[in-house]
């Protein structure tokens, strides 16, 4: 007699990406349309942090620029929320995949844009 075990649901995580931007804006963007557009790329960016996908972003002192790291299902799904910002056409982006390495467990971690208080 063969026994089978009940199929087990395969669960997979998420992977994260470290997510380099840079901004070109055209020179002769009119300021209104520069407006609108920054507003409506933090409008999407924010809904994409509550929706859990942006994890946590720093600017890039000086530029129109910034580091992030983002949690995605897959490389299809990020590139979807990638394209979805406003500035998608504008952007420069690296993409580098992100694995859990050995050390992770004993590191206090930090959040995106606090400082240690001991720094100043």
């Known amino acids: 007699m063969v026994v089978r075990s009940a199929p087990v649901a395969c669960k997979f995580s998420r992977v994260e990406f470290l997510v380099q931007v840079e901004v070109a804006l055209p020179a002769d963007l009119d ?8 507003a409506a790329e933090f409008e999407r960016g ?53 694995a859990r390495h050995p050390l992770a467990a004993s590191c206090q971690g930090i959040e ?7 720094a100043g």
Not at 31 to 38: E, P, V
Not at 113 to 118: I, W
């Open 31 to 38: 300021d209104g349309r520069r407006a609108a557009l920054m």
């Open 46 to 98: 924010n809904a994409l942090a509550q929706a859990g996908l942006l994890r946590a972003i720093w600017r890039v002192p000086g530029r129109l620029a910034n580091r992030a790291i983002w949690s995605a299902d897959d490389a299809t799904a990020l590139h979807d929320a990638l394209t979805s910002l406003p500035l998608w056409p504008y952007m420069d982006i690296a993409v580098t995949p992100l």
């Open 112 to 118: 995106a844009g606090t400082r240690d208080a001991a």
